[in-house]
Structure formats: C-alpha cells, structure tokens
C-alpha cells in the first residue's frame, strides 16, 4: 500500500516557476518508479514526467520537455517536478503517481491508465 501526498501548487504568472512534492509513505519508495501526471478540467489525464528508480532516467512529454525537471529523494521518499517558463495551458490540477508493478516497456510507460496509486493533486493555476 502506497499513500502520496503533493504540495506545492498555486496561483503563478506566466513564464514564473513552481516546485511541487510528492511525499510517499506505506511502501517502498526507492522500488517504484514515479510520476507526474496533470488533467484540466473536462480533460483526461495527461503524462507529465516519469522517473526510474534510482532516478538516472527520465522521460517527459513533448509539452514540458526542457521547462519540467522531475527528480526524486530517495532517503526522503519525495519526488519533485520543478516547473520553469509556466504557461497558461499548464494549468492543471497535478497528480502524483507510483508504478507498483514496474513491468512497462516503451511508451506503454506514459499511459496514465498504467499507475495504480495517486495522490490528491495539487492545483496549479498559471495566470497569463
């Protein structure tokens, strides 16, 4: 069983910055790999971010890719997204996820539907 926690959100202009975290707890954090997953409203999820593991490797959707930065504390059970050059259209409410399984493989490792445990998301409203 694994409990999330994000923090972090809030009301930014464009082009400013955010830091969210998502604390895990009830399980084995440093096995999971995490991620970041956003939904607007009347949207379906979307994948944000993903990082393995050990955090040496992460992937972000084309959106976010050099403005996102995922990173992970094992020995604090918390995962980060840093969001730089905020847009308007990354208005979201934003979710954290664990992938117990670790069985993916490709981009089969993006699809929302594929994580098992979320954490309450964290708004975050970005004003233009």
């Known amino acids: 069983q694994v409990q999330l926690v994000e923090s972090g959100g809030g009301l930014v202009q464009a082009g400013g910055s955010l830091r969210l975290s998502c604390a895990a707890s009830g399980g084995t954090f440093s096995s999971k790999p995490m991620a970041w997953v956003r939904q607007a409203p009347g949207k379906e999820r979307e994948f944000v971010a993903r990082i393995s593991r050990r955090g040496d490797s992460t992937y972000y959707a084309n959106s976010v890719k050099g403005r996102f930065t995922i990173s992970r504390d094992n020995g604090k059970n918390t995962v980060y997204l840093q969001m730089n050059s905020l847009k308007p259209e990354d208005t979201a409410d934003y979710l954290c996820?664990?992938?117990?399984?670790?069985?993916?493989?490709?981009?089969?490792?993006?699809?929302?539907?594929?994580?098992?445990?979320w954490g309450q998301g964290t708004q975050v409203t970005v004003s233009s």
């Open positions: 996820a664990a992938d117990v399984n670790n069985a993916c493989s490709g981009y089969g490792c993006f699809r929302p539907s594929m994580y098992e445990y």
